[in-house]
């Protein structure tokens, strides 16, 4: 379970060392018009584990099917997984995950209360990594909160948001560097 809990625990941190210090002026400038503020990047983490978490702690429930891993999750689950890691290409963000609509420069986002949704959030998804060992990740399935065709089994949702939150803190990480600031 410490493969799936180590991308939590690396954004976390990630996020952690780029903000301490950082103002709310440099957390919401973008880089360009078309690029998002780190504080865009936080937004769209915290809106992707609003519809994530509960799926994952329902699913993972005292009646799951038990097993050992290494699990495996088929084609469209690997596919799934590596389509949000870091360095993948871009896919549009679907508009329920957007954050709020900002002007060409900055965002507006509170700092203190997304970094600590963002916080809460991790905390969460540790807490369902932990929920997890002992589960059948390739047996037990939900499906996607945006595509209800798509149903994967649980370990690869889990897999993927925790590849998908090092990938936009990293974002988060560019943004900022790009201007100029911490």
Known sequence: MTDL???FID???RL???TDGLSSDDFNRKPSAKSWSAGEC???LNKTAKVYLPRFESALGPDAPRGTGPFTYGWIGRRFVEGVRPGSMAIPTLPGMKPPTADAHASAIDPE???ERFHLDIARYLAVVQAA???DLAAVKIRSPFLPLLKLPVGAFIEAMGLHSVRHVMQAERAVAAVGAA
Do not use: M, S, T
């Open 5 to 7: 809990a180590a991308p």
């Open 11 to 13: 954004a976390r941190d």
């Open 16 to 18: 952690a060392d780029l």
């Open 42 to 44: 936080i937004v769209h």
């Open 113 to 115: 209360r997304a970094l």
């Open 133 to 135: 060992d002992g589960v």
